[in-house]
């Protein structure tokens, strides 16, 4: 009986491992897809485009960024995003390679 146990413990963990192997394999081809990306313009770009192109931004977020931003005008630096409900400075740090800022006299900034 301990035996068959120690069987079933031993296939399931063994299956465990090899979801977890192929989840990370995955994972490290879709950053790699995703750093090839385009930057995005946070003063111009749609929900749509934020989803798209920016990991970490779902529909909801992407939707409250241009709502603010409709709201409160152009962006003036990208620490500004702070202020979008949900964006936090981890989030901010993480996404900065594919954020820029770009309007205020054509000025391109990708701080």
């Known amino acids: 009986?301990?035996?068959?146990?120690?069987?079933?413990?031993?296939?399931?963990?063994?299956?465990?491992?090899?979801?977890?192997?192929?989840?990370?394999?995955?994972?490290?081809?879709?950053?790699?897809?995703?750093?090839?990306?385009?930057?995005?313009?946070?003063n111009t770009a749609t929900a749509e485009e934020f989803v798209k192109n920016v990991p970490l931004i779902d529909e909801e977020m992407a939707e409250r960024i241009v709502?603010?931003?409709?709201?409160?005008?152009?962006?003036?630096?990208?620490?500004?995003?702070l202020q979008v409900e949900?964006?936090?400075?981890?989030?901010l740090r993480n996404l900065k390679p594919f954020l820029m800022l770009e309007g205020l006299g054509g000025d391109e900034c990708t701080c």
Not at 67 to 81: A, C, D, I, M, T
Request: net charge negative; charged share 30%.
């Open 1 to 42: 009986m301990r035996k068959i146990g120690l069987l079933r413990f031993t296939c399931f963990f063994l299956f465990v491992f090899f979801l977890f192997t192929v989840g990370m394999t995955v994972s490290a081809e879709d950053k790699k897809e995703l750093l090839e990306g385009q930057t995005v313009n946070i």
């Open 86 to 91: 949900g964006f936090t400075r981890k989030m």
């Open 67 to 81: 709502e603010y931003r409709e709201e409160n005008g152009e962006f003036q630096v990208l620490e500004e995003l």
